[in-house]
């Protein structure tokens, strides 16, 4: 909820990497690349989605009632879905 304003703030002490874009480096990516995000995370709808598109090989897991800690909050979910990421590649 405060996401915005913090983002904002950040703006002022990092003008550089407000405006330093990412993604056309990550299209160069070509090994097996796992995103996880807490679906309370703002930036579950505003990064991961683009990150997922841009990242060839990429596979996007959505841990439920979690924020910007998944692995944190909801360690065994997330072992269980790096366990999971790990034992296919």
Do not use: C, W
Request: glycine fraction near 4%; charge should be negative.
């Amino acid at each position: 909820e405060n996401y915005g304003r913090s983002s904002e703030l950040l703006s002022y002490l990092s003008p550089d990497l407000m405006s330093y874009d990412i993604h056309s480096a990550l299209m160069e990516l070509d090994i097996p690349t796992l995103l996880i995000y807490g679906d309370y995370d703002p930036l579950t709808n505003l990064a991961a989605p683009r990150l997922a598109e841009v990242i060839q090989n990429s596979e996007l897991k959505i841990i439920s009632d979690a924020g910007h800690f998944p692995f944190i909050e909801k360690p065994g979910e997330t072992l269980e879905i790096i366990d999971e990421f790990i034992r296919i590649y």
